[in-house]
């Protein structure tokens, strides 16, 4: 029986110490050959330092927390046979002498590699000894790729003579989850590129700041089961398959607007305020915010109360096309009374729309996705999406806003209601 | 005043400058790139591409005219030099070299302008052109400014005084020359002249000539300097000069025209460098490993960021400028620069000297022993390499010899390569060539040469 005592491996070039941050073993314990043992943490990376031989724990060599000088006893393991220290006088934890100069000489490495040659080069704190001030020997690629990987060479075991760094050896490095030290040197883009905001851009940023300036926003977020508006849609386009147009959505959507602002006057209107009169409007004129190669447009379905379904599915299509190639016509992009806004699977959870000024309220839809709805017994998969509405609090109360969307979701959650007379 | 702007604006269009341009252009920078001159700098218009054309014509001339003396049984009646026509030869390749890089810029995409280039602050320049000025405001901006001869007070350049520059352009060969300053462009000049014929004198304050390199390099050269009737006088201080004679310290010296070689220094001056309060290191520009200054967006390379100064490193400093500025991952991280004086016999050092760095030990291979070396009646000079003890690691490769120039790659890429003794030892080398040396001086460090 011996007492080998495992000392802090060099973890990096000129670190002198390393704070000890978890221990994976306690006196008594049995380690094997490659069992970790602590985990150190230096200015640059966390290092696990394995075990060298198999034996027990007799002792540690500090807390947690504490900074312990490399060269210093991590642990002492008594082994069979003998250790590489003297079991009846155990030093106590005297300060190392600085690292580097008492490191064995460079010259044993290769000949300790090539004794125990299946070894995981990895987690191995094994220093790679090389001497102080030297650069690794490897070629210009393999020091490229390390920089590339963020791989600090002087820690990876070289197999060539004099511990050449191959490319198999920084594989393996890296394989085996070498220590990435993430000093990448990649350039800094300091560079600004200048672009003149002109045309439609600067129009969309002139209407922009008017809405979010003039108009104090209040946006309602409210979940809504769709499975059933899901299902009706699916079982529509099934049957007119080939004969009508496919419904999307937006179509169900804007019925829906049509049937809330029946009750809500107020909220199918255009606000002047300059003037300081509100347009009620009969039509609902329902603007559909689409993205074109120029950015956004906002063509506007008219009269959405008078179309069927698939009368405002084709005028919507119609619309978008027309916007996204240009053939547009002036009237089609004004005139709206109400706007949608929808960005599909991009559509996220939330948004905070904002109102296509004058009009007073905007609709946002959210993507719809599978999510978990309790139902009082268990969850169910729902096919769940979120609107996001936006109203102008100057005219809008908090309260009509939300019986506004509450409506929504009741007509979207009981697509019946929408074709119901009321 | 025209207006420009781009991303990456090159001061120089030297070997570091274009070729930091090219990449740059090639990497799909918006680059202009700013010379008062015809692009390839120093190098290609005044330096190394010259002096080599020169060296070569001086070598055959030489040859020529000391056949008849040699061993090889030639005889030729007295060849003649004309020295207008030799220099408009020269001429004629650096026009074609500088035409050529002119072509890769513009195929590379790079703009050139041309005129004196004036920071204004840290992202503008006003270049002053003959066609007026042009303000060009860049994202990044390479000084690659160069050197220019350092000029002695009391020997100015002008008349008989000449830089470099004037003495690669003489159309008549000097009856007798004094070079001050015994570094390589002196030698590799003087070495010129002594061969075309003028009574040549070298005048070094140091105890030696090429006071950089080791005795050992340098005494093979030393040698040849004296087979080729040139007198070397070290410890010497040269101080004025007059009716073709030079006044030294150590006696006058008869010189039809002086060469003064005392060095270069950074072009630091007249281009706005100072108001931009760059650190320096000394009289150079101080970079970090991205070659950047200290103050961002502003990089240097070449000559202007000191020692040494030498072409290839200033290209691969801007070659390495204009991929970092692409977001490349790269830094300097070179092992080693290869030095090549063309002096007769030549010298090339590759690495750490003996005795430069601890744990080194170094092994030298003399030509007298390689079979090549003597089919050209040269076989002066060695080849030396420096080894670290702890691994057989290769630090350093040097050698002396005629034409040896050319095996400076062989040094350097086995010293990035990360080459071991044991790696070259285990390399065949072609024979007969000088080259089988660099295996045999490895094979010597290693105990075992086979020829010697």
């Known amino acids: ?11 990096g070039e000129g670190i002198a110490e390393a704070e000890l941050t978890e221990w994976h073993v306690k006196p008594g314990d049995i380690v094997k050959e490659d069992d970790v043992l602590a985990a150190v943490m230096t200015d640059k990376a966390a290092v696990e330092v394995p075990s060298s031989v198999e034996g027990k724990v007799v002792e540690l060599g500090g807390e947690i927390g504490d900074m312990l000088a490399i060269g210093s006893v991590l642990v002492r393991i008594e082994v069979d046979g003998d250790g590489n220290e003297d079991a009846s006088a155990p030093e106590a934890s005297k300060p190392t002498p600085a690292p580097k100069e008492d490191k064995p000489e460079p010259k044993p490495e290769p000949q300790a590699k090539a004794a125990e040659p299946a070894r995981p080069l990895v987690k191995t704190s094994k220093p790679v000894a090389r001497a102080k001030n030297t650069k690794p020997l490897a070629a210009p690629s393999v020091r490229a790729r390390a920089r590339e990987e963020g791989v600090d060479l002087r820690q990876v075991p070289g197999s060539g003579p004099g511990g050449r760094i191959s490319h198999a050896d920084l594989e393996n490095w890296i394989a085996s989850g070498g220590i990435q030290q993430g000093s990448v040197t990649r350039g800094k883009n300091t560079g600004v590129e200048e672009v003149r905001v002109v045309g439609m851009r600067r129009k969309i940023a002139e209407k922009m700041a008017i809405s979010k300036r003039q108009i104090p926003h209040i946006t309602i977020v409210e979940e809504i089961e769709m499975d059933a508006l899901e299902d009706l849609r699916a079982a529509l386009n099934r049957k007119y398959k080939d004969q009508r147009p496919k419904l999307t959505l937006l179509p169900f959507l804007m019925r829906a607007i049509v049937e809330a602002v029946r009750e809500q006057p107020e909220l199918n209107a255009r606000y002047d305020d300059d003037e300081g009169i509100i347009y009620r409007h009969g039509g609902v004129h329902v603007g559909i915010a689409t993205q074109t190669p120029n950015g956004l447009n906002v063509p506007v379905v008219h009269h959405a109360e008078s179309g069927s379904l698939w009368d405002n599915a084709s005028e919507l299509t119609r619309l978008a096309e027309a916007a996204r190639d240009g053939s547009i ?43 978990p709805v309790w139902d009082g017994q268990q969850f169910q998969p729902c096919k769940m999406m979120n609107i996001s509405c936006s109203f102008d609090h100057r005219v809008i109360d908090g309260w009509d806003a939300a019986v506004f969307v509450q409506k929504l979701k009741l007509l979207l959650e009981t697509p019946a209601m929408l074709f119901v007379e009321g | 005043m025209t207006d420009i702007k781009c991303k990456v604006l090159v001061i120089g269009a030297g070997p570091g400058g274009y070729v930091c341009a090219i990449r740059a252009g090639q990497l799909g920078l918006d680059t202009v790139v700013v010379d008062e001159a015809r692009a390839g700098g120093t190098c290609l ?55 050529g890089v002119g072509g890769l810029l513009h195929k590379a995409g790079v703009k050139m302008v041309s005129g004196r280039a004036r920071f204004v602050d840290g992202k503008t320049v006003v270049v002053k052109g003959a066609d007026g000025d042009t303000q060009i405001r860049a994202d990044y901006i390479v000084i690659a400014t160069g050197s220019a001869p350092v000029e002695l007070p009391f020997l100015p350049f002008g008349g008989a005084v000449m830089s470099s520059t004037e003495a690669l352009s003489l159309t008549e060969v000097p009856k007798s020359l004094a070079v001050v300053g015994g570094g390589y462009i002196g030698l590799e000049l003087g070495t010129v002249f002594a061969k075309l014929g003028s009574k040549v004198t070298i005048v070094e304050a140091e105890d030696r000539i090429l006071p950089l390199y080791d005795k050992a390099l340098t005494r093979p050269v030393h ?40 060095g270069r220094r950074a072009r630091t001056q007249g281009i706005g460098i100072d108001e931009l309060s760059l650190t320096m290191n000394g009289p150079f520009i101080r970079i970090d490993k991205m070659c950047q200054t200290s103050m961002r967006g502003i990089y240097a390379i070449g000559d202007v960021t000191g020692e040494p100064m030498l072409a290839h490193r200033a290209m691969a400093q801007g070659e390495m400028v204009a991929e970092y500025l692409a977001g490349h991952s790269v830094e300097w991280d070179k092992r080693a620069i290869p030095a090549v004086c063309f002096t007769d016999p030549e010298i090339v050092t590759c690495g750490a000297l003996p005795g430069e760095n601890d744990g080194t030990k170094s092994a030298e291979f003399p030509f007298i022993a390689n079979g090549r070396a003597m089919t050209t009646e040269r076989d002066d000079g060695f080849i030396r390499v420096v080894w670290r003890e702890a691994d ?15 095996l400076s790659a062989a040094f350097s890429l086995a010293i990035e390569m990360g080459a071991c003794l044991e790696d070259i030892a285990a390399t065949v080398h072609a024979h007969p060539t000088q080259s089988e040396g660099l295996q045999e001086a490895c094979l010597k460090a290693l105990g075992h040469a086979l020829h010697i």
């Open chain 1, 1 to 11: 029986m011996g007492i080998y005592a495992i000392r802090l491996p060099d973890v």
């Open chain 1, 329 to 371: 016509k002036r009237d089609e992009l004004m005139g709206g009374t109400i706007t949608i806004t929808s960005l599909g699977a991009l559509g996220a959870i939330a948004t905070t729309p904002i109102i296509n000024h004058p009009e007073v309220a905007i609709v946002g839809v959210n993507k719809l996705q599978m999510r």
């Open chain 2, 45 to 99: 218009n005044i330096g190394c591409i010259p002096s080599k054309a020169m060296i070569h014509a001086a070598d055959e001339f030489y040859k020529m005219t000391h056949a008849a003396s040699g061993p090889l049984g030639i005889s030729a009646s007295a060849p003649t030099i004309d020295l207008k026509q030799t220099v408009a030869w020269k001429d004629g390749i650096v026009e074609r070299l500088t035409g």
């Open chain 2, 223 to 262: 040698k040849r300097l004296e087979e080729l009737g040139v007198t070397v006088m070290t410890g010497t201080k040269a101080q004025s000069h007059e009716a073709s004679v030079l006044t030294t310290d150590a006696g006058d010296v008869e010189a039809e025209r002086v060469l003064v070689t005392v």
């Open chain 2, 392 to 406: 057989n690691a290769v630090v350093g490769l040097q050698g002396v010899g005629a034409g040896i120039s050319e």
